[in-house]
């Protein structure tokens, strides 16, 4: 299987700082493991946007695959209290 390249925006790297620095590893960790696998069995897919959501702890990690260029964009990161709200 081929890798997909991670981008994260902008936002979600702010977000990710913000972190303490124990969840922060691990969440990085499991992004890491998106682009060998961006649709690992505990993904789950957002209803009514093109988008999935994995869990790390109380931590979600929202992102979108383009598949045909081969990217996995980590759009938001967040405790699961807040990642929903707009």
Excluded: C, F, W
């Excluded at 790297?13 to 922060?24: L, V």
């Amino acid at each position: 299987m081929e890798n997909y390249r991670i981008v994260i925006k902008k936002s979600a790297a702010k977000e990710i700082e913000r972190i303490e620095i124990k969840d922060r590893i691990r969440i990085i960790e499991k992004i890491r493991t998106l682009a060998s696998n961006p649709h690992p069995a505990e993904s789950k897919k957002l209803s009514g946007q093109g988008k999935y959501r994995i869990r790390q702890g109380n931590y979600r990690i929202l992102y979108q695959v383009i598949g045909q260029e081969l990217i996995v964009n980590v759009v938001k990161v967040g405790h699961r209290r807040d990642i929903y709200k707009n």
